[in-house]
């Protein structure tokens, strides 16, 4: 039976701090100190995956991986932005690899008149509390969506626990193509897994433990 040639959409943010907050070896350290390398995590995700197929089940192969992440102003954290193109570069060299950016979106503080408050040295404004991802969830949709059409994928698989994505799995269910999702889990507690809004119909989900996410982390220096 021939292999799939498998997509992996990848919510980076949201695979990377469910992850983090879900086991103890990480949970209680530095969020910036767990980050995941968008191709450990495929590898690991296909490698589990195939191994708990039934026998005459077609295992999957990696065909791409479409990261789509949050990237920090320029402005406001220009060290965070420095890493987050940095990031991108080095996942990128290997050609399976694909990233790509939405900017972060941020409030800002506003006098008792209703304008801006701007830095008096800079000239920039001031930001109200930490940024925000706005959008990415829509460009991981349409990336299934448009791997899902592709004659050359026989398998989509979504990277995310964000509930939000569920009517897009539906679509590519729809579609008539192989979807599938994973989870975080750990014998300590509950983990979520996605799911179709008609619970009747079932996709397979891959369980990643432990040990794969520590095998997932991003080892590289970027300072």
């Given at each position: 039976m021939a292999d799939l040639r498998a997509a992996i959409i990848v919510d980076y943010q949201n695979v990377h701090l469910?992850?983090?907050?879900?086991?103890?070896?990480?949970?209680?350290?530095p969020k910036h100190e767990a980050l995941i390398d968008p191709l450990h995590f495929a590898n690991q995700l296909l490698q589990v995956r195939n191994a708990r197929q039934r026998?005459?089940?077609?295992?999957?192969?990696?065909?791409?991986?479409?990261?789509?992440?949050?990237?920090p102003s320029s402005?406001?954290?220009p060290d965070a932005y420095a890493r987050n193109l940095a990031q991108k570069s080095q996942w990128e060299r290997d050609k399976r690899v694909s990233v790509t950016?939405?900017?972060?979106?941020?409030?800002?503080?506003?006098?008792?008149?209703?304008?801006?408050?701007?830095?008096?040295?800079?000239?920039?404004?001031?930001?109200?509390g930490p940024p925000t991802e706005k959008g990415v969830d829509v460009m991981c949709a349409?990336?299934?969506?448009?791997?899902a059409?592709?004659?050359?994928?026989?398998?989509?698989?979504?990277a995310s626990l964000d509930s939000d994505l569920i009517p897009a799995l539906d679509e590519v269910y729809g579609l008539g193509q192989?979807?599938?999702?994973?989870?975080?889990?750990?014998?300590?507690?509950?983990s979520f897994e996605m799911h179709l809004s008609d619970r009747s119909k079932r996709i397979w989900n891959t369980?990643?433990?432990?040990?794969?996410?520590?095998?997932?982390?991003?080892?590289?220096d970027y300072t």
């Open positions: 469910t992850g983090h907050g879900r086991f103890k070896s990480t949970m209680y350290g026998d005459g089940r077609p295992n999957a192969v990696l065909r791409t991986v479409d990261v789509y992440r949050g990237l402005d406001h954290d950016h939405r900017p972060l979106r941020y409030r800002y503080m506003r006098d008792s008149s209703g304008q801006a408050v701007c830095d008096p040295a800079t000239g920039i404004r001031v930001p109200d349409l990336a299934l969506l448009r791997h059409r592709r004659p050359d994928i026989d398998l989509v698989m979504l192989r979807v599938e999702t994973f989870s975080w889990w750990s014998p300590d507690d509950w369980r990643l433990g432990e040990q794969e996410f520590l095998r997932c982390i991003d080892r590289t």
